[in-house]
Nanobody, 118 residues
């Protein structure tokens, strides 16, 4: 079992910055991937950024050059630095870990609201 808790969301003006944090606890020994997703009202949840196998990083095209994903070397903390925020970045942001070796399981945090005003 892995428990994830997000923090750092809030209200910010367009062009501003926020840093989201995800604190992980539990069985975090075989993490295959860790990432940030978001879901805006009326839309499907979408991938924002992901770290795969500890070193491969991928970003959604819509956030490239503005957002940076990072983690500590124990995988207990993951971050999403969001710069040059736009109103279309408004969503609930979730952190997600994929854990396991032969079989994998996904774990999700409860989400944190990010609202960008124009």
């Amino acid at each position: 079992q892995v428990q994830l808790v997000e923090s750092g969301g809030g209200l910010v003006q367009a062009g501003g910055s926020l840093r989201l944090s995800c604190a992980a606890s539990g069985s975090i020994f075989n993490i295959r991937a860790m990432g940030w997703y978001r879901q805006a009202p009326g839309k499907q949840r979408e991938l924002v950024a992901v770290i795969i196998s500890g070193d491969t990083i991928k970003y959604a095209d819509s956030v490239k050059g503005r957002f940076t994903i990072s983690r500590d070397n124990t995988n207990t903390m993951m971050y999403l630095q969001m710069n040059s925020l736009k109103p279309e970045d408004t969503a609930v942001y979730y952190c997600q870990y994929t854990e396991g070796v032969l079989t994998t399981r996904d774990y999700w945090g409860q989400g944190t609201q990010v609202t960008v005003s124009s």
